[in-house]
């Protein structure tokens, strides 16, 4: 039916990753274009493993904004809820691939065509369509898009919607930490379903403690699941009659660009055909080790949509 879509809300935008590690942006030989951003990632995700799914936010019209919306397209996602900014460029970042494996990003976002949906410009009746609304948090840096971004969610809510949030923390793009921990945990409370990284995790709750009395600390009343990515250490839940972890599987990995948002895609894929999932601990365990199954099979290649997993892999992997 109409009402089984996934609508993810946010920015799409292109890294610029250079052919070789280890080098100054200003040294590269190369870029590879490579899309990516978290809502988007997950709209395809959810596409991929068979689900439907809508990406909202907006884009330049420009060759890069075009080329993101036929991404999309060709991928299974409806488009319905894309703006074409006709001012500003769509958002690219600049990766530097440090020798020690670490990312570096530079963003072109000045303001970049994501940041300027307004709320007036958002498609209603796409948001009022969707069983799940996920979203993440770049979009709550500045206005308008902040705007928008409450505004859908409220509209979300009104009209049913589960609300999952994956905070997606960027700190180079806020204009200070304690600005980005005071915004992302002023919208914490309206989730139902929120899933963060061991990262996250410290950097929300200030400690260094990656434990279950931490993670219970940024459990709220409202929640039905807190989820907490741990990369190859796999991933714990809480929910409100239970808690536990489960493993990670044993891959090849290459680049982990994308697997939080490949787990993710996965879990809402399960939510959105039986909501009961958190009521019922052993489905839910079922439902995380095919959403770890899918993060890990999202690590095993470069990039992250080139990467994301149809069922048959990640069962694959599961019974392989
Ligand atoms: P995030 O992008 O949110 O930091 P993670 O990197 O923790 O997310 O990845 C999400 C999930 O993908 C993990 O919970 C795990 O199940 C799986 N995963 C990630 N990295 C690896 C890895 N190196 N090996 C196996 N599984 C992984």
Known sequence: SDKSV???????????????SGVSL???????????????????????????ASFVGKLGDDEFGRMLADILKQNGVSCDGILFDQGARTALAFVTLRADGEREFMFYRNPSADMLLKPEELNLDLIRSAKVFHYGSISLIVEP?????????????????LLSYDPNLRLPLWPS???ARKQILSIW??????????????????????????????????????????????????TKNFHGAVDAFHVNTVDTTGAGDSFVGALLCKIVNDPTIVEN???????????????????TKKGAIPALPTVADALALING
């Open 6 to 20: 996934i609508v993810s809300f946010g920015e799409m935008l292109i890294d610029f990753v250079p052919t070789v």
């Open 26 to 52: 200003a040294e590269a030989p190369g870029f590879l274009k490579a899309p990516g951003g978290a809502p988007a990632n997950v709209a395809i995700a959810v596409s991929r493993l068979g689900g439907k």
């Open 145 to 161: 898009c902040r705007s928008a971004h409450l505004k859908a969610m409220e509209v979300a809510k009104e009209s049913g919607a």
């Open 177 to 179: 930490a304690d600005e």
């Open 189 to 238: 409370d309206k989730a139902d379903i929120v899933k963060v990284s061991d990262v996250e995790l410290e950097f929300l709750t200030g400690s260094d403690k990656i434990d279950d009395e931490s993670a219970m600390k940024l459990w709220r009343p409202n929640f039905t699941l807190l989820l907490v990515t741990l990369g190859d250490k796999g991933s714990r839940y809480y």
């Open 281 to 299: 601990e052993s489905k839910l365990r079922e439902v995380l080790k095919f959403a770890n199954a899918c993060g890990a099979i999202t690590t």
